[in-house]
């Protein structure tokens, strides 16, 4: 899933990008030669993303039974195993003629998203757009005789909001030839496919990339078994047609301008280079009628957060219904998660990774310009904030007005040691999250080192660890259809294996440590605070990833601690550990 893909010219791209000072939040500074679609994406870090296919009109059951997951792949072999002439039937009465652009466009807009990237034709083949390669599309083939990708489009440019088109470029599960798709009589695959690829994803792209005006972006998907020349002739078109537009990297080939991560996936370290994010406000992509597992504000503003924080921008999905509406919950998760963009447009626009390198304690971080924005997930109920790796003086902390605070407030704080303790209200003044400016010296620094404060819990991620004996390895998974997990793990452990590490903490004292893992039958555990004490215990194995207790800690002094875990008898070949939990006893 996670391809870390990236041509040469596109790091060197990045590296320019990485380096030149930070936009406004306007996003209108164009001073440095990077294309609008370029700085929209690197600077305005939040895009809308649309599922809309004939899938729509599903929405995720067909024939009375309910298809849990990606309600766009309901046609699959996997799923519905819908046959190709009975699917394509289905056009005939597909007549979403709720759909409106403007309010869609207004919706992203209270979002706080900066473009819109739309599904123009996803892996089942039906085209969303008035196509003259393949009449297999929601203008021809339906009672609609509307081109949407067109209303989208316009609605966008005249907005102001960018607009980028999904292609599926090698699946079709209806074209003849296309991937996963009918076979042609008489042809080989390869030949069958030749033959797609030269009469319909050559020439639809072609009328994405001529007949919409300016476009962020071809968010091309699943490249399969695209050979390079494939891939290649699709970047050229996209590049002849448009010049300033971005290529994703699903394009295939490591020919993409950014690299998506896997879906619903956010890295634990920052990450450098040009990259996005994805995830959805259900659990799949198209809309599902019975679905409710919607992601609320928190949820985004978080996502959001942390993926920008990490060095990334974010783009999340809605799905539209059979008719073409925007379900009532998403508009208003995303309506009340806008506000709070709204709110802090500093701590998005514009921003960059966070100089932490990492996730904090009680939430996370971005960097924009002489600025740290501190985005506090957990406020803590004590009246003060921990602020860890601070070497050099602050020149000053603010909390930014919130959704119960109209006015910024100066904040006064202590320095001990590396750590700024800033004192801070005992109410979040922002339910969802708050947010705190922080000012540095110029020539203050920060180290990166995970730390431990005394009135909230830090999570120790084995994607942060020493590994000596064992292997730390990416994991991602599937849970049901679609729905994607993704955790860092050390595996391949033996008795002699060590998962180390380096804690700074603030105060000595007694401290619960949880560990998350999963594995078989009954577990030894020891964790050794190197040159101080250690703690034993044998625990019973859970099948799924969970936080299970290890006890209590003495940690006898302030600092720098190397915290070691060693697992002194499992299964190992089931055990994967994921990371430890550590939190002061208070007493
Ligand atoms: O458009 C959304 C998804 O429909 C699409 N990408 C996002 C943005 C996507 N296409 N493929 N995948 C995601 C990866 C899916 C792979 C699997 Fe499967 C689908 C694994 C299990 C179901 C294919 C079918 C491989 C095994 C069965």
């Known amino acids: 899933m996670n391809t870390r893909i990236l041509s040469t010219a596109a790091a060197l791209l990045m590296l320019s990008a990485c380096t030149q000072t930070p936009a406004n939040t306007d996003l209108t500074d164009s001073q440095d030669g990077r294309s609008r679609q370029e700085i929209l994406f690197d600077d305005g870090n939040y895009a809308m993303f649309i599922h809309f296919g004939l899938y729509s009109k599903l929405e995720g059951e067909w024939k009375g039974k309910l298809y849990f997951g990606n309600a766009e792949w309901i046609m699959n072999q996997n799923q519905a195993a819908i046959p190709v002439e009975e699917y394509m039937a289905e056009a005939a009465d597909f007549n979403p003629c709720d759909f409106d ?6 919706l992203a807009k209270a979002a706080g998203m900066k473009y819109i990237v739309i599904t123009s034709k996803h892996h089942e083949g039906f085209a969303m757009f008035d196509s003259d390669a393949c009449n297999f599309n929601i203008h021809d083939a339906t009672p609609l005789k509307r081109d949407l990708m067109k209303e989208l489009a316009d609605a966008c440019h005249e907005a102001g909001l960018g607009i980028g088109f999904y292609y599926s470029q090698w699946q079709d599960w209806t074209a003849p030839g296309g991937g996963s798709g009918p076979e042609i009589p008489g042809m080989t695959r390869e030949e069958a496919f030749e033959k797609y690829f030269r009469e319909k994803c050559i020439p639809q792209v072609n009328e994405l990339t001529t007949k919409y005006g300016e476009i962020q972006v071809i968010w091309f998907d699943t490249p399969g078994s695209l050979s390079p020349e494939f891939s290649k002739e699709l970047v050229d078109l996209v590049r002849k047609n448009q010049p300033g537009a971005l290529v994703s990297s699903r394009v295939g080939n490591d020919m993409g301008d950014y690299e998506t991560l896997g879906d619903m996936q956010v890295p634990v370290v920052n990450m450098p280079g040009r990259w996005e994010g994805i995830d959805v406000v259900q659990v799949g992509w198209g809309f599902s ?4 597992e919607w992601k609320s504000p928190e949820y985004i503003v978080r996502t959001l957060v942390s993926t920008v924080a990490r060095g990334g921008t974010f783009m999340f999905n809605i799905g539209p219904d059979a008719r073409g509406r925007i379900p009532e919950e998403a508009q208003m998760t995303l309506r009340k998660s806008g506000e709070w963009v709204h709110r802090y447009p500093q701590a998005i626009y514009g921003a960059q990774a966070s100089p932490w390198g990492h996730a904090l304690p009680w939430g996370d971080a971005v960097r924009h310009g002489e600025k740290i924005y501190m985005v506090v997930y957990d406020w803590p109920s004590d009246g003060r904030l921990w602020v860890p790796g601070i070497k050099g003086q602050v020149k ?11 006015k910024a407030k100066a904040l006064k704080y202590r320095n001990e040691g590396e750590w700024i303790g800033i004192a801070v209200p005992v109410q979040a003044p922002d339910p969802i999250a708050s947010v705190i400016e922080l000012t540095l010296d110029p020539d203050a620094s920060i180290d990166k080192t995970l730390a431990a404060a ?3 819990a830090a999570e120790l991620p084995v994607a942060l660890a020493q590994a000596d ?22 595996q391949g452990m033996n008795a002699a294996s060590k998962v180390s590490w380096d804690l700074n903490v603030k105060e000595p004292g007694f401290y619960q440590v949880d560990v998350e893992y999963l594995g078989k039958g009954l577990v030894d555990f020891r964790l050794t605070d190197k040159g101080g004490a250690s703690i034993v215990d044998r625990k019973k194995a859970g099948s799924d990833y969970g936080f299970q207790s290890l006890g209590w800690i003495r940690i006898d002094s302030a600092g720098t601690h190397t915290l070691e875990l060693n697992v002194t008898d499992a299964d190992y070949e089931a055990l994967k550990l994921a990371s430890i939990r550590i939190s002061k006893v208070n007493l």
């Open 101 to 106: 652009a403007k309010a869609i466009v207004d």
């Open 289 to 292: 009628r019975f679905d409710s």
């Open 396 to 406: 000053s902390a603010r909390l930014l007005a919130g959704a119960s605070m109209p």
């Open 454 to 456: 005394p009135n909230c």
């Open 469 to 490: 004996g064992c292997s730390i390895e990416d994991k991602a998974w599937m849970v049901k259809f679609g729905e994607w997990k993704f955790k860092t793990v050390a």
